[in-house]
């Protein structure tokens, strides 16, 4: 690769890194002004977690950031990965699929590597870091120690080289990523009760279901589905009301 092409991949990756911590900072800000509109009070005396938080996610950005450019330098310049433009390359049907699918690997990813990540000696040396925020605030989705982000960062690069997706559907991941990741940490339930505690609620993580790993530790480990959690007897159910 010549100089050139390693200064446009430099650029993509610095782009990125950009990108995420802007739409980090935007979605969380969004959110802690509605926290701060419906719950107003929540989070007083938080403002040195606040601040901890922000700085920690804004660390985060630049680790998801990096390979995420690096992976869209090389589709656009090389067709790396299997990342597709033309809707007619797949079948219709195919759209909603490989959404399901992104999100279920991410999902059992997270899963896996959560649970390990709460045996002590991994809980000590990275996920120590989230678990000071107490309790969590719409800014802490990406307060994570720079292992734990590198943890979360390679998964979406990676499933790109492996399973089929629209350009549309990848934004769609990234856009449900984002908003579970705050709103699941904003400690008030955003979603009506009567979606919460329906069927569909009880396999669908919300902040009233990931509160409860927050207050217990070993529990609810799950991302976006309660697939996991049930499977392995980590359910704990719901916390905030």
Not at 144 to 165: D, M, Q, R, S, Y
Not at 200 to 225: D, K, M, P
Request: aromatic share 14%.
């Amino acid at each position: 690769m010549d100089i050139t092409l390693l200064i446009a991949a430099g650029s993509a990756a610095l782009a990125m890194t950009a990108i995420v911590g802007l739409r980090y900072l935007l979605t969380s800000g969004a959110f802690a002004l509605a926290t701060r509109a419906v719950r107003p009070g929540l989070y007083n005396g938080l403002g040195r977690q606040i601040r901890q938080e922000i700085g920690w996610s804004l660390l985060s950005a630049w680790i998801y950031g990096v390979p995420a450019g690096v992976v869209a330098f090389g589709w656009q310049h090389f067709g790396w990965t299997r990342i597709y433009t033309d809707v007619n390359a797949m079948p219709l049907w195919y759209l909603p699929l490989s959404l399901l699918l992104y999100l279920f690997a991410h999902d059992t990813w997270f899963y896996w590597t959560h649970r390990l990540m709460h045996r002590p000696r991994w809980f000590r040396m990275m996920h120590a870091v989230h678990h000071a925020s107490k309790p969590p605030t719409a800014w802490a989705a990406m307060s994570f120690h720079p292992l734990e982000a590198v943890t979360g960062a390679v998964v979406i690069p990676l499933l790109v080289f492996l399973i089929p997706i629209h350009i549309a559907m990848r934004g769609v991941v990234l856009a449900i990523m984002t908003v579970m990741g705050v709103t699941n940490h904003m400690g008030w339930e955003l979603f009506p009760r009567l979606l919460v505690h329906s069927p569909v609620g009880g396999w669908v993580i919300t902040a009233s279901h990931h509160q409860r790993h927050h207050e217990h530790y070993r529990c609810n480990y799950g991302l976006y589905f309660r697939v996991w959690d049930r499977l392995c007897g980590t359910d704990r159910g719901l916390a905030v009301p």
